[in-house]
């Protein structure tokens, strides 16, 4: 089974940055972690970075050169992830340094590739706790996305749970044999210190446990020595066993004795075994005796001894509570060195930022100030204009009522004259109409005259004209029942048209006649 792959993250809050950069860098001498061995500090590398840098003002540079969003960070903002990628001892005990270091630098190429270049703040490999955690790397990836610092987006549960898979497999094409962790598994990781106690803590315990069940397996033995030697105490009470001789009535002997029951039973019960069987017996019990005997022996030896490992063990664990203790006070005084060091940083750069951000407060209350002023100025002459435009509105106003009193007594006399001129109307109407209904009477009258009178004298005419233009010789032929036909038919063409013309002429004077009337 190959080794696994261990690759954890942690969430870096802004506070927790310059910690970061003190521990990856060995910028101090570390006291928490007894494990570091500085004399190899020097083979330490990190493979984004070409020297120490300060964490901060690269990931300013980052952030700035993305962030798109106008609104601040919030106070807990996750600032950075950074990703512990390593091993076990077995995994690296084969490989020479230029193996480790292609490992890491491809474990860097694939953050790079999947985060973006742009986005990886640090790839710092430590090969100097071989006696800890062993070789392995901290790469830290600052999480934008669309113009954001967003780490929830960026590293969710799923994009985590692929990363713990993909990552072995582009480790294993770059020709590493090394598996994923197991999946779902619930194992937490512990600093080197507290993994040295509990593990001191779990020898006592067993030691502990060891010797109660010594302690039960004694009695058990002690239990059955003691039933033997009951065993043996019967046996030789056979000879102290009291009986009486059986006599008769006159004083004879009969051979027979008398004793106790219990004495009886007895006896039956061990005369039930021969006596190879006896012996046998006796030789099998002295052996387990014997047995027993050296194993109480040795439990009792194993005993001291355990009583001697936990002794030891307690002597160990004290020391090394005692030196846990003191790698706590170190660290609680190199904290308090860090916390004042960042705690002056802060100071410093929330003082920049209130300077800043009170003169772009006093240079914008300025602005407002003087806007306000304009505005007011403004609105000063806009009441000013619209006063008198209320004023004027207000006197137009009172004309426009008279002049709307006015219009309402001329309206009513308009009223009045046109109902009367309506009426007067009415009349002249029937009146025309009586008079255009004897007007057309008349003129179809006049129509069927000028038809007769035109018929009569276009026929006359006509003869007139052939008499005049025909030869005399020719005027006995002249057909007059042909000839009086021709002329009715050329007067019945010419009689609608004068028909037309003469009422064209009737409606253009009856129409002349309505707007007379109308005016």
Not at 28 to 34: A, C, D, G, I, V
Request: aromatic share 6%; glycine share 4%; charged share 40%.
């Amino acid at each position: 089974m190959g080794s696994k792959l261990v690759c954890r993250m942690q969430k870096v809050k802004k506070n927790d940055v310059k910690g970061y950069q003190i521990h990856n860098q060995r910028e101090r001498e570390s006291k928490t972690n007894p494990d570091i061995d500085a004399s190899l500090s020097h083979l330490n590398r990190d493979y984004i970075n070409a020297q120490h840098i300060s964490y901060m003002e690269k990931w300013k540079e980052i952030f700035e050169s993305q962030n798109e969003s106008k609104r601040a960070l919030r106070k807990d903002a996750v600032f950075l992830n950074e990703f512990v990628v390593g091993s076990d001892r077995d995994f690296f005990k084969d490989m020479d340094q230029s193996e480790k270091e292609r490992f890491f630098k491809v474990s860097t190429d694939f953050f790079k590739d999947r985060y973006g270049e742009q986005n990886v703040l640090y790839s710092v490999a430590h090969f100097d706790e071989l006696k800890g955690a062993g070789a392995h790397a901290h790469i830290a990836i600052v999480p934008m996305r669309d113009g954001k610092l967003q780490s929830k987006n960026v590293f969710d549960r799923n994009e985590l749970k692929a990363l713990q898979s993909e990552l072995p497999q582009y480790l294993q094409k770059h020709g590493f044999d090394i598996e994923r962790g197991k999946e779902g598994s619930k194992a937490q990781h512990i600093d080197t210190a507290t993994y040295k106690i509990l593990k001191s803590q779990e020898a006592v315990l067993m030691a502990e446990q060891q010797r109660e069940t010594i302690q039960s397996e004694t009695k058990l033995l002690e239990a059955k020595r003691e039933s033997l030697k009951e065993l043996f105490d019967k046996v030789e009470r056979i000879d102290s066993v009291e009986f009486q001789e059986q006599k008769t009535v006159f004083g004879k002997e009969t051979g027979k004795i008398l004793i106790d029951r219990e004495d009886f039973e007895e006896m039956r019960n061990l005369a039930m075994m021969t006596v190879p069987e006896m012996e046998f017996k006796n030789e099998e019990l002295q052996r387990e005796v014997n047995i027993l005997q050296s194993k109480i022996e040795e439990k009792d030896d194993r005993i001291a001894s355990l009583e001697k490992k936990y002794e030891i063990g307690m002597n160990n664990l004290q020391k090394k509570y005692e030196r846990a203790s003191a790698q706590a006070e170190r660290y609680k005084e190199g904290l308090d060195d860090v916390v004042e060091e960042l705690v002056t940083e802060r100071l410093e750069e929330k003082v920049s930022e209130l300077k800043g951000h009170h003169a772009k407060d006093l240079e914008r209350q300025m602005s407002d100030t003087n806007m306000f002023a304009e505005e007011a100025e403004k609105l000063e002459r806009r009441l000013t204009t619209m006063t008198k435009h209320a004023n004027a509105l207000e006197d137009e106003y009172s004309g426009l009522e008279k002049e709307h009193d006015e219009l309402k007594v001329t309206n009513k006399e308009l009223v009045d004259t046109n109902n009367s001129l309506h009426a007067e109307f009415q009349k002249m109407f029937q009146s025309v109409k009586e008079m255009k209904e004897r007007f057309d009477k008349l003129v179809e009258e006049r129509v069927a005259d000028w038809k007769h009178v035109m018929r009569a004298s276009i026929h006359r005419a006509t003869r007139e004209w052939l008499v005049d233009k025909m030869p005399e010789n020719q005027r006995i032929v002249l057909d007059h029942t042909i000839d009086v036909k021709k002329i009715n038919q050329r007067s019945n063409e010419l009689i609608p048209e004068l028909t037309k013309e003469r009422e064209a002429v009737i409606e253009k004077r009856l129409r002349d006649r309505e707007m007379d009337m109308e005016r």
